[in-house]
């Protein structure tokens, strides 16, 4: 199904929940649901501003995928391509819970080579498809999107077509949805194409995703909140998970330190919904104990950070308690402000003269109408 979206300013969370339909009511696991989202980004000269954009959204669009009832576990990866002869065809970031550093690679991208329309798209979503590691769950939502302003090559004799890697998408029950940015008619109907086949949406988008940065009073807030709750962050097990713990650590510092206080406003929303949930090969102390996976009084000190393996068992019990009750808080607070965030954003909205509409708003709709279907809902907000 194509729609065609006429962008001429922001996509903004209130407004996505506002103008959604209701979600298909189908039967919601009793698990926590999962989403996989693997964007597939062409990284070509012309797509500057789109990456440009996508960089100030990632958060956002996180953001919106943890409002479905019950908390989704999230993960996201990165498939950049360009064409044959460029600096690569293909740089794949791999489907990871922990959105900063996939943000962090999203940052390092740079629109360079191309020059001629075909790209290779065919490549692109063979790679995300088939060398992906999508979780196995028959119950997880899969899906790719798709997010390009030029027709795949379909006269590399050596290349897998799109509708072989469709046919394998639509079998592994993985969805692929297009975003086409721009006006190029010919890769506005292989868009279509790839879209129909893989059960997914196609949309169009200005070349620059329609993205614009917007502002509330509720920004820097929201900004020294998100600080705060890194500042919650403790990390436990072997060395070596330690290490990795303490590098997320430092990666979120950089990122609180060198990013726009409307782009971590959106982070504190995420972090604030998703902190807790546990993540492959990293253990977060404080989410661990709130959820009852563990009792400190059990956990071997050895595998403790370092200063509190120097602690007594009662000053580490307090210590730990203190941080749990900022951790709570500083939860609550975000939760708060996000509210009224968003109430301001969508009075913005009106006032200037109603629905604007971008790529992290085609994003949720689509997701919306498809996670639907795996008992994933978003419903309509009041």
């Known amino acids: ?13 209130a407004l996505a929940l506002a103008c959604a339909d209701p979600a298909p009511k189908t039967e919601t696991p009793a698990a926590a649901p999962k989403i996989d989202v693997v964007f597939t980004l062409d990284t070509t000269g012309s797509m500057g501003g789109m990456i440009e ?14 409002t479905a009832t019950p908390t989704p576990k999230i993960r996201i990866g990165l498939v950049a391509y360009r064409d044959r002869g460029d ?57 790719v999107f798709l997010v390009g302003d030029a027709a795949p090559h379909m006269d590399y004799k050596d290349d897998v077509k799109y509708p072989v890697t469709c046919a394998i998408a639509k079998k592994s029950g993985i969805y692929i949805n297009t975003v086409l940015c721009g006006t190029s008619a010919t890769a506005k ?7 129909t086949l893989a059960d997914g949406d196609d949309f169009q988008v200005p070349e620059n995703g329609g993205t614009q940065q917007t502002t509330t009073t509720y920004d820097g807030m929201l900004a020294a909140l998100c600080m705060d709750l890194d500042g919650t962050r403790l990390y436990y097990g072997t060395a070596a998970e330690r290490a990795q713990g303490e590098a997320r650590t430092d ?22 919904a998703t902190i807790d949930g546990a993540d492959k090969g990293v253990h977060d102390l404080v989410a661990d104990l709130e959820s009852g996976r563990v009792k400190l009084a059990d956990i071997d000190p050895a595998l403790l950070p370092d200063f509190l393996q ?4 009662d000053a580490r019990k307090q210590y730990v308690a203190k941080v749990e009750a900022m951790r709570k808080d500083v ?31 085609v994003i949720f709709m689509a997701v919306k109408e498809q996670a639907g279907k795996k008992g994933i809902l978003y419903e309509v907000a009041q």
């Open 331 to 361: 939860r609550t607070t975000i939760l708060s402000y996000s509210a009224k965030r968003q109430a301001e954003l969508l009075k913005q909205i009106k006032e200037n003269g109603g629905a604007k509409l971008a790529m992290d708003f």
């Open 87 to 143: 600096q690569y065809v293909t740089k794949v970031t791999p489907l990871s819970a922990d959105i900063d550093t996939v943000y962090k690679e999203l940052t390092a991208l740079r629109a360079d080579g191309g020059g001629d329309e075909p790209e290779s798209v065919n490549e692109a979503l063979r790679v995300a498809v088939n060398k992906i590691d999508w979780d196995a769950d028959p119950h997880t939502y899969r899906v």
């Open 1 to 13: 199904m194509h729609r065609l979206i006429l962008i001429t300013g922001t996509l903004l969370f």
């Open 310 to 313: 120097k602690m007594t068992p």
């Open 53 to 66: 954009g996508a960089k100030q959204k990632i958060w956002s669009i996180a953001r919106l995928l943890t």
């Open 189 to 195: 109907e292989e868009f279509k194409k790839i879209a």
């Open 251 to 272: 990666n979120a510092r950089a990122l609180d330190a060198s990013t726009s206080k409307a782009t971590l406003a959106d982070r504190a929303g995420f972090l604030a």
